[in-house]
């Protein structure tokens, strides 16, 4: 039998995915491959809270949550990062922990990565 509950449900709604975007986020500033990147956030609290809502809102709407994305897409948000193809793979790891540490399925899981690994093209730029 085909499971036919939406992504977005499966990641716990928008409070499942508020969960795993902060521990994302909390991987991404601890982790020495690209926390240079993310801790000077800390430093600017409303910057922060508006990348938070971007993340939280790129993740509900592309998992097909009744939510309406209004950041930029992928390529423009990235633009002149000079993201690293091992980076890019640290980030995927960190998505992957956050996903375990909130008790998502092995199914949904492999969605996510789908999803990530879809959009890999238009973020390394090496």
Known sequence: MENTTSLFERLGGLKGIEAIVDDIVELHMSNPNVKSRFLPLKDNPEHFAEVRQHLISFLAFGSGGPVEYKGKDMTAA??????????????????????DKNNIDEQTKKDVLFIAYSLKATMVHV
Request: charged share 20%; hydrophobic share 40%.
């Open 78 to 99: 990235h633009k002149g990062m000079n993201i690293s193809n091992g980076e890019y793979m640290t980030v995927v790891d960190d998505i992957m922990t956050a996903l």
